[in-house]
């Protein structure tokens, strides 16, 4: 079989990478179940390591929606398990659809690490604003932020311990759900259709429901979230600007939790419960942030549609001519 029908067309746009000359009408849909099944086999067996860990640290198991009774064990297992997406579908793109794992990153079939830095730089720029007009609209409300069990300063042997952990694994989390909800899924309706629009508002949706029916306001802000990561995944060709934000953002709230006594037992820390602060304030920095990360990606001449390999062997050749 020709190497070639493994590779999407040159022009082909993000959301259509999975429909190579391979594709079968069935075959996102068997991947898909493939990738579900894959997964939960992996958190079975992270769940039994983490359990055997636990139980030699003497770390009691949890109740109810918690795995361990320690809010740290309890964080690093929930993280783990959502991480743990990413080997899912990676694999299910590579063995079922047979296809390079890389068209899931990327229409140049691999994560474009300088563009992936650039927007990482403007992501840290937009979370820091973003917490500063949350800080600003709460004081002029009177209301609360995000509510904590406690404002004591947790101490920084607890804190260091806690930073290390969620360093390691938040932008592991936080890829791992974007290569899922703004990747796979519009990807899967890629194969069907030719608009992006219908993969980036169901993989939207999904991505809120996903953190739970909180607040009306941590739904919309979940929605508005989604939907302009979205745009930016189709409008730069990959997912480098959905994930820059996501790790930022994610690490940064994660962290500020952190530094107060039971910040991370402290249920409102999910994006589901978040107040009406939250999104007023993402609906200034969302657009903000991919009105810079657009200009940028011309600016940087960031490809939206897979290249054409025969052009750029052919550019040397112009150029000696």
């Known amino acids: 079989m020709n190497s070639h029908n493994h590779a999407p067309a040159a022009g082909t746009p993000y959301h259509r990478l999975a429909r190579t000359m391979l594709h079968r009408w069935w075959l996102p849909l068997a991947a898909t179940l493939v990738a579900v099944v894959g997964w939960l086999l992996l958190t079975l067996n992270a769940g039994f390591g983490l359990g055997v860990a636990a139980s030699l640290a003497g770390v ?3 109740t109810g929606d918690l795995l361990f009774a320690d809010p740290l064990w309890d964080n690093a297992a929930w993280l783990l398990m959502l991480a743990l997406l990413l080997p899912a579908v990676l694999l299910a793109a590579r063995l079922v659809q047979r296809r390079p794992v890389g068209t899931l990153s990327s229409v140049t079939g691999r994560l474009r690490r300088r563009w992936l830095l650039v927007c990482l730089g403007v992501a840290v720029a937009a979370t820091l604003l973003l917490f500063g007009l949350i800080t600003v609209f709460t004081a002029v409300s009177g209301s609360e932020a995000f509510e904590s069990t406690s404002a004591a300063w947790v101490g920084w042997p607890a804190f260091l311990a806690a930073a290390a952990m969620l360093v390691l694994l938040v932008p592991l989390q936080a890829a791992a759900e974007e290569y899922v909800f703004r990747g796979w899924i519009p990807q899967v309706f890629g194969c069907y259709l030719r608009t992006p629009w219908v993969g980036i508002t169901v993989g939207g949706l999904l991505f809120a429901l996903s953190h739970g029916l909180g607040t009306p306001w941590g739904f919309a802000d979940l929605v508005l979230f989604s ?4 745009v930016l995944v189709i409008r730069t060709g990959g997912l480098e600007a959905a994930i820059a934000l996501h790790v930022v953002n994610n690490l940064f709230f994660f962290l500020f939790s952190a530094t107060v006594v039971d910040g991370l037992s402290d249920t409102t820390t999910n994006a589901g419960d978040a107040p009406w ?6 609906a200034i920095v969302l657009p903000l942030y991919a009105w810079v990360v657009l200009r940028l990606s011309r600016r940087f001449r960031i490809a939206r549609t897979t290249p054409d390999p ?5 550019e040397p050749a112009a150029t000696t001519a």
């Open 310 to 314: 025969t052009r750029r062997l052919a």
């Open 60 to 62: 009691e198991l949890g």
């Open 277 to 282: 602060a939250l999104l007023a304030a993402e």
């Open 227 to 230: 939907l302009v990561l979205g």
